[in-house]
């Protein structure tokens, strides 16, 4: 057979690569407050920009709240990164 089997060998390096780069995935789900507020403002700029309506409902200054808020849950909330250590 030419054509080499690649969703076989996709399968086994995508799952490598996910169990390298998130460890404990389910607690950073939880603690992931920035990322929740960054896809709200994100929904709340697309519902104000796509459906006029709406805009009597949603104030103007809602998406600019919730960046702010995401950028505050950033720093404040989520802990800080480990030092890396250096090797030499």
């Known amino acids: 057979m ?3 089997d690649f969703s076989r060998a996709l399968n ?3 799952a490598t690569a ?3 780069l ?3 995935a389910a607690a950073t789900v939880k603690k992931a407050w920035s990322l929740r507020l960054i896809e709200l ?3 709340a700029d697309i519902i104000l ?3 006029p309506v709406v805009s009597d409902w949603l104030p103007w200054w809602l998406t600019l709240v919730l960046l702010g808020g995401a950028y505050a849950a950033r720093l404040l909330i989520q802990k800080k990164e480990a ?3 250096q090797d030499y």
């Open 49 to 51: 920009n796509v459906v």
């Open 12 to 14: 086994g390096v995508w």
């Open 41 to 43: 403002a994100m929904l």
């Open 83 to 85: 030092p890396v250590a």
């Open 22 to 24: 998130i460890p404990d």
């Open 2 to 4: 030419f054509i080499p």
């Open 18 to 20: 996910r169990a390298q």
